[in-house]
């Protein structure tokens, strides 16, 4: 997404390369940046705390305020500052139009009505299961035994009445209606047409400006892939898209440094990855997905990789 490696690698190098004639861009592309290594590590989190925990929603909840509030934060910056100032900058510019599309795939993903995903906050029966824990843990008392809440109910009246949401709903902060708890961050609307403009927009630049093996391309087919599958749930146009690009990667010819080969590395084996997502374990059913069409509509097999690119996937 928004967090992946390959994009703070070039979010670090382009501000770098734009700081003695843009300072204003390079501190903008440096603040996103902090924001997305930020942003990698909640929405880690979130993955984890969901599958281990869904129940827990009080604290999965907090965590996705704060990854909404960082991409809506990480959004403005980047629609203000960045994007106006790409000019003719061929990788910066990609970056800025993939980011934007990134920032609302987690949009799609959290805060979509309808919802697309198990991810997503605003469905009726999550919002209905969530409840402030109840305060009657005993406390101890420097040894004189178990304080109870009933004890200090009648030993100190100041404390009552006691607070009116305890054991109650989760709601919003006062003034923002009772419509979803994270409206006062973002609008609860349909995110996913718009991310999927803006996927394939992102997807257009980079084939135009960039080459088939070049890594910040990758990086923008790799998460576009990622999209079709968890919120547009196209698992073939998905996998086909993992295909395809592998294939324009096997094609390439322009040279690249090391790093950004160790990057395309990594970007194609998550690729193949995802070329075999949501398929079964039959021989079969994976040979077919392999085959690519041929003149006239028939089948052939899929391009053989060239010497040294064999175990990419």
């Not at 070039?10 to 003695?20: H, I, N, Q, Y």
């Not at 934007?100 to 697309?116: C, D, E, G, M, Y």
């Not at 923002?176 to 609307?189: C, H, I, K, Q, W």
Request: net charge negative; hydrophobic share 40%.
């Amino acid at each position: 997404m928004a967090s992946s490696e390959v994009d703070q690698k070039f979010l670090g190098r382009l501000a770098k390369t734009v700081e003695p004639t843009n300072p204003l861009l390079a501190t903008m592309l440096f603040k996103i940046l902090g924001l997305s290594l930020n942003l990698a590590e909640q929405l880690v989190s979130a993955k984890k705390k969901r599958r281990a925990a869904p129940t827990e929603h009080p604290e999965f909840l907090e965590l996705v305020f704060h990854i909404i509030w960082l991409s809506r934060e990480g959004l403005k910056m980047l629609e203000q500052y960045v994007i106006p100032s790409v000019g003719h900058e061929s990788e910066l510019k990609v970056l800025a139009f993939k980011l934007r599309a990134s920032f609302f795939h987690i949009f799609v993903l959290f805060h979509n009505t309808p919802s697309v995903s198990d991810m997503n906050i605003s469905t009726p029966e999550f919002l209905a299961s969530m409840t402030v824990p109840p305060l009657s843990t005993p406390r101890m008392d420097k040894g004189k035994g178990v304080a109870r809440d009933d004890d200090l109910e009648s030993n100190n009246s100041s404390l009552q009445p006691t607070h009116a949401l305890e054991g109650g709903p989760v709601g919003p902060p006062p003034g923002f209606g009772p419509e979803t708890p994270a409206s006062f961050l973002l609008p609860a609307r349909d995110y996913l047409p718009e991310a999927h403009q803006y996927f394939r927009e992102a997807v257009a630049l980079a084939e135009d400006l960039l080459w088939g093996s070049h890594s910040l391309r990758l990086s923008v087919k790799t998460e576009y892939a990622a999209f079709l599958y968890e919120c547009v749930h196209d698992a073939e146009g998905s996998r086909r898209l993992a295909r395809d690009t592998i294939a324009e990667v096997y094609e390439a010819q322009e040279g690249m440094d090391d790093d950004m080969f160790g990057d395309a590395c990594e970007l194609v084996t998550v690729l193949g990855k995802m070329m075999k997502r949501g398929l079964g374990s039959s021989n079969n059913t994976l040979r077919s997905d392999r085959r690519t069409p041929g003149p006239g509509g028939t089948e052939s097999p899929a391009p053989a990789p060239p010497p040294g690119m064999e175990n990419a996937i």
